[in-house]
T-cell receptor, first 112, second 108 residues
Framework: SQTIHQWPATLVQPVGSPLSLECTVE??????LYWYRQAAGRGLQLLFY??????ISSEVPQNLSASRPQDRQFILSSKKLLLSDSGFYLC???????????FGEGSWLTVV | SQQGEEDPQALSIQEGENATMNCSYK?????LQWYRQNSGRGLVHLIL?????REKHSGRLRVTLDTSKKSSSLLITASRAADTASYFC????????FGTGTSLTVIP
């Protein structure tokens, strides 16, 4: 079965600094990959999804960008963080074998 | 939200009682799924119900789906303190949208 690794697990960054969150997937190939953000005590907001290498769809205009340089690697980036970028970021994947998506353990980002 | 809404937003019950959560969604679906999230963790898949199914059971979980009303419910029977978590519904498609979640607290 697939395993999703996210790092870093926790990050505190100053306003205006860059961001890079990485997600890698093991145990599957050609997955759909997703980045979600969850504000404290709130639901999940889909930020980006990717159906293949170099293919990124953005759901909501953000101060963020995503890239998929390899089949099982998904990166969330920002050039200049805002306070409102704080939250819990979750990477998820959907394999070709079913309709269930699997989540990583998340990355906590606090922008100060 | 981008797709669905759960209600209630928060639910507090005594251990042993049943917990019912509802989910409404906006567009046509092939499947609807329920997930659980412990505080500060990733989401874990609980159960999937297909659009041509009306009810599905898994252990203490019972899910119903009414596509005419674009709604689903999740029933947890004989709740336990360990069921304390947030519960989300998700609709399928490339995008996989989630609802806003129901925060369930089971009091021992």
């Amino acid at each position: 079965s697939q395993t999703i690794h996210q790092w870093p697990a926790t990050l505190v960054q100053p306003v205006g600094s860059p961001l890079s969150l990485e997600c890698t997937v093991e145990g599957t190939s050609n997955p759909n990959l997703y980045w979600y953000r969850q504000a404290a005590g709130r639901g999940l907001q889909l930020l980006f999804y990717s159906v293949g290498i170099g293919q990124i769809s953005s759901e909501v205009p953000q101060n963020l960008s995503a890239s998929r340089p390899q089949d099982r690697q998904f990166i969330l980036s920002s050039k200049k963080l805002l306070l409102s970028d704080s939250g819990f970021y979750l990477c998820a994947c959907l394999t070709g074998f079913g309709n269930t998506i699997y989540f990583g353990e998340g990355s906590w980002l606090t922008v100060v | 939200s981008q797709q669905g809404e759960e209600d209630p937003q928060a639910l507090s019950i005594q251990e042993g009682e049943n917990a019912t959560m509802n989910c409404s969604y906006k567009t046509s679906i092939n499947n609807l799924q329920w997930y659980r999230q412990n505080s500060g963790r990733g989401l874990v898949h609980l159960i999937l119900i297909r659009s041509n199914e009306r009810e599905k059971h898994s252990g203490r979980l019972r899910v119903t789906l009414d596509t005419s009303k674009k709604s689903s419910s999740l029933l947890i029977t004989a709740s336990r303190a360990a069921d304390t978590a947030s519960y989300f519904c998700a609709t399928d498609g490339n995008q996989f949208y989630f609802g806003t979640g129901t925060s369930l607290t089971v009091i021992p």
